[in-house]
């Protein structure tokens, strides 16, 4: 995973932590995370609900608009590390896609 600014970083971990309903002992906000840290914070989330509730795991990722033939995909792989794992990583390039298009557009709002 490539490195990201610092703002970019915290701004993920804000939308990570609203998207997917985390609380502060999943993400806290004062903390500065790695990506690599966010992803492996996010793929035992997605690990937890694809075990204990994965219906409402499929209702988050087409709230975050993660494309269905990507996660169906995801979800034919071998293992729940595995899963979890790709699911947490298109979850990842989608909020960062989000956080792009609002830098990109937030001049307009202005």
Do not use: C, W
Not at 25 to 48: P, V
Request: glycine letters at 0%; proline letters at 3%.
């Amino acid at each position: 995973m490539s490195e990201l600014a610092k703002k970019d970083l915290r701004d993920l971990s804000k939308l990570l932590r609203k998207d997917l309903a985390m609380d502060a002992s999943q993400i806290n906000l004062k903390k500065q995370y790695s990506l690599e840290k966010l992803h492996d914070i996010l793929s035992e989330q997605i690990e937890r609900l694809l075990d204990e509730d994965p219906a409402y795991l499929v209702n988050l990722l087409y709230r975050i608009d993660v494309p269905e033939i990507k996660f169906k995909r995801a979800l034919e792989a071998p293992g729940m590390m595995a899963k979890s794992e790709q699911l947490a990583s298109m979850v990842i390039e989608r909020e960062l896609k989000k956080i792009e298009t609002r830098k990109r557009f937030s001049h307009l709002a202005e």
